[in-house]
């Protein structure tokens, strides 16, 4: 009897980072931790759910009620586009950091405020840029138009933070789903060159930075910090707590390179205003 031909739908590896990560030799080890390490599965949505959905893209936030601040304080600078007030100053591990930049992470296509990022360096720090050759003559340009720049200042034996304070209402969880996202994605871009040793190592280390986050509710200005230490070792502090240490330099450095990075930014304005930072700093 005649039967119609059916189509198999198969998973597209784009809607996943996870499932086009490619080794050379897949194990039933590396199976597991991807699927360890996997963000919560997404449902077929509603026409009427898709304007919430899509403040759950990258790590977005819960509809609430946004916390803006327009009139400026001394001592903090106000983030244009939210109104949103961020410290000059903070303090980390006991030492006084300078902010360099600051913007606003917006939801894909929908355009919503979702978070204010600022990166702080120390004056200590600073003065070690300002005294090697490397950093003389330093151009906006220059650190926009490539990488090169960014990941050279991220290999500098220096310490740098990266403040984030959501702007909604939100949970830990819808966070670290968009960081976690954002790590996954530049896996699977250099997975091929990488070892199936080295692959592992990175899975165990962003399943270890999601054991993180906490899963309890976070208010607009709640602050999370996240430190790349001049050892490669990425700290998470939120709310003046050290929450934990994960020893791995490629995790923190490419967490570092979702905001100081050309491809793809988090933020172009906090890209943009870094970079003009640091040659006020530098100069």
């Known amino acids: 009897m005649f039967r119609p031909l059916q189509r198999v739908w198969r998973p597209s590896p784009f809607l996943h980072p996870l499932t086009a990560i490619r080794t050379t030799r897949p194990t039933p080890v590396l199976s597991t931790l991807r699927t360890l390490v996997t963000v919560s599965p997404k449902r077929h949505a509603t026409p009427q759910a898709l304007l919430f959905a899509g403040f759950g893209l990258a790590g977005a936030l819960s509809l609430g009620v946004a916390y803006c601040e327009a009139n400026e304080r001394p001592g ?47 004056e200590k720090d600073l003065s070690r ?33 990266i403040r984030v304070e959501p702007i909604r209402t939100t949970n830990g969880a819808h966070l670290r789903d968009g960081f976690t996202r954002s790590l996954l994605q530049r896996l699977h871009d250099q997975s091929t060159d990488m070892s199936e040793d080295e692959e592992r190592d990175i899975i165990l280390a962003i399943q270890e930075f999601k054991n993180l986050f906490p899963k309890t509710v976070v208010k607009p200005g ?24 994960i020893p791995s330099s490629w995790l923190s450095k490419q967490f570092f390179l979702g905001y100081l990075g050309k491809e793809k930014p988090n933020s172009e ?10 040659e006020t700093m530098l100069t």
Do not use: C
């Open 76 to 122: 903090y600078r106000i983030e244009p586009d939210s109104k949103h007030s961020f410290p000059e100053t903070i303090t980390v591990d006991g030492e006084t950091r300078h902010l360099v930049g600051l913007g606003v992470r917006k939801v894909s296509f929908l355009k919503v405020n979702v978070y204010v990022v600022g990166l702080y360096i120390s």
């Open 129 to 161: 840029l300002r005294g090697s050759t490397s950093w003389k003559g330093f151009r906006t340009e220059d650190f926009l138009e490539s990488n090169r720049l960014a990941e050279q200042l991220l290999n500098e034996p220096i310490d740098l933070t």
């Open 222 to 245: 709640s602050a999370f910090l996240f430190t790349r230490k001049s050892n490669g070792v990425l700290r998470l502090t939120f709310q003046d707590n050290t929450v934990g240490d």
């Open 269 to 278: 304005g906090a890209r943009k205003d870094i970079a003009a930072g640091l």
